[in-house]
């Protein structure tokens, strides 16, 4: 069964940048789509981007569009989200997960992903 963990959170300030990794453990990435997701205190988790299974296509929230970027390396197993320009309302721990359908990003629900990862807090302040 797929096995996904997240790395690359920390501390950093306002207007900077952070890349998240996104692992695939025990079973290969494939062709899965994947998507990141995000939990503030006191919030919704929320999708943030989503790849398709190919890295073809992408889709971005709109309050991260213009400073994220997500991308993958199905040879290493791997889908990376580069975060630019943060501020502090990306303040979240931010999951991994796996589409359960489709080769395409067409749903950022989360109840239509699974496998999710344990997620790494990601902290914006000054």
């Known amino acids: 069964q797929l096995q996904l963990v ?6 950093v300030q306002p207007g900077g ?15 899965y789509p994947i998507g ?3 939990q503030a205190p006191g ?3 929320e999708g943030v981007s989503c790849i ?3 890295g073809g296509s992408t889709r971005y929230a709109d309050s991260v569009k213009g400073r994220f970027n997500i991308s993958r390396d199905n040879a290493k197993n791997t889908v990376y989200l580069q975060m630019n320009s943060l501020k502090p309302d ?3 721990v931010y999951y991994c997960a796996r589409l359960l359908s489709g080769y395409m990003c067409w749903s ?4 239509d992903f699974g496998s999710w990862g344990q997620g790494t807090q990601v902290t914006v302040s000054s």
Not at 6 to 11: A, H, I, P, Q, W
Not at 17 to 31: E, G, I, N
């Open 52 to 54: 398709s299974g190919t």
């Open 36 to 38: 990141w997701f995000r």
């Open 90 to 92: 990306d303040t979240a």
């Open 43 to 45: 919030k919704e988790r």
């Open 6 to 11: 997240e790395s690359g959170g920390g501390l």
């Open 17 to 31: 940048s952070l890349k998240l990794s996104c692992a695939a453990s025990r079973s290969a990435l494939d062709y």
């Open 108 to 111: 950022m629900v989360e109840t």
